[in-house]
């Protein structure tokens, strides 16, 4: 794979990095002599707002999610960004939503060109990238700073037609399987392949605890059937981001997965999956009442949060499993940073995006193991440190987060796969077009054949749209 430097085209910002890194000096300095721990390192010797050449100066106004973490919200606002925003001049101001509202709400920034200097969605907003400043001097600095960024981020951010990166990708989460260790063995159920849920599936509910897989307008669902999808050969897209979901072997696979999630919820699951937000699979599990569920390790953290000791030993993490195509996921979440063409501090969010990237140790550690790094790099050791710090998570069973690490490096992409996360695939996310074609053919409404044909010529529509806007 090419060096960033050398796939995309150079710069475009007025702003160049010596400039941010010269206006950044304190901050820099701080890093250096205290090894970028979060507590100390953006505190300034000057204090507060108070530097003899201060040129980044004034607010910073960051949109982001209310993270499924509430500790790490509590350390970004109270410790990271203060910190920051002291070293650097800046007053840093973040909002927090709830995360199906991020999408709405930066249209109706952009609507009134006006909001947030930083826009943090959950997924690739790939759609909104006209509105947006290219990035690519900010991607190419952190790269020569730490190593190359991980393929999930650069296809997840990257835009081959215009060659430039149109997002900086913040943090993205990989997506295991959650489930209850006793009651698999209880039923004698594996997860190894998607063959194994299927034929397990009916046996889970039969003692009371069905299978937990979302098919409703949420990113959950998006998530995991995309997932699904891949694991069956049913690829929406190919490498040169050209919709072939309706053709040859993509549209077999396609047809197969539909047709193993209809069994799955026919005999293993509750309708309550097609009425579902995206946190509602975790208060089922929560509840007691799931054995299964795919989801970011919130559903885990929370039950040790809550003390619930009993759920929490019993609350096992494993790999996406393995369809005759493959092993592969979608991240849960890809955190990426939009810096609106009309935000008023463009200075600030660029060496904000930037500062956090190099020094992402703590956000990782805070969050709990949620926010995995798209430079590995950037947090010294890279996957081999991730590891040794996951090991060392006390809760039982000891050493259960350790498997993030492999589902990171080896069963992760981004929505689109293995094209980009183009405008097509983004406005096919927030439109709820998969999980709408799965929840037609397991209500019975229509076929696997004629879900696939419909979703088919729908995606083609979109891509039409976007290609005339020479964005695909």
Known sequence: MADVAE????????LTRGDLLKR?????????????????????????????????SGELKIMTWAHFVPDYDKWLDGTYAK??????????????????????????????QSGHDLFWFISPPSTFQKQAIPVTDLVQE?????GRMTAVARKSTYNP???????????????????????????????????????????LKQIGHPVGLGMSNEIDSNMLLTSLLYCYGGFIQDEQNRVVIGQGKNRQGAIQALQVMREIYRNGMSDEVFAWTAASNNQAF????????????????????AGNQALSDDTWLASIPRGPAMRMGNEHVMGTYLIWKFAKNKEAAQKYAVDQMLNYRDHFIRSKYYN?????????????????????????????????TTIAEKYTT???????????????????LIPQMFATVAQGKSTPAEAVSAFAARAASIYRKWHNQKLV
């Open 7 to 14: 796939e995309v085209a150079s710069a475009s910002s007025a």
């Open 24 to 56: 950044g000096s304190a901050a820099a300095f701080a890093v250096s002599m205290f090894g970028g721990l979060a507590e100390r390192a953006f505190a300034a010797p000057y204090g507060p707002l108070q530097f003899a050449h201060r040129q980044l």
């Open 83 to 112: 910190q920051w925003g002291e070293a650097n001049d800046v007053e840093v101001k973040i909002d927090h939503i709830n995360n199906a509202l991020l999408y709405s709400t930066g249209a109706a920034e952009v609507a009134a």
């Open 142 to 146: 952190v790269s020569k700073k730490v």
């Open 161 to 203: 037609k215009t060659k430039q990166f149109y997002g900086f990708p913040e943090g993205y989460a990989p997506d295991p399987v959650q489930y209850r260790k006793s009651l698999l063995q209880e039923a004698g159920v594996s997860l190894q392949t998607w063959d194994d849920v299927r034929r397990g599936a009916p046996k």
């Open 286 to 305: 929560l509840a007691g009442r799931l054995s299964v569920a795919l989801n970011a390790i919130s559903i885990a953290r929370s039950a040790e949060d």
């Open 372 to 404: 995995f790094p798209p430079w590995t790099g950037s947090i010294k050791g890279g996957f081999k440190e991730i590891r040794r710090i996951a090991s060392q998570d006390p809760h039982k069973p000891r050493g259960k987060y350790a498997v993030l």
């Open 414 to 432: 981004n929505p689109g796969y293995p094209g980009n996360t183009t405008p097509v695939m983004d406005e096919i996310y927030n439109t709820f």
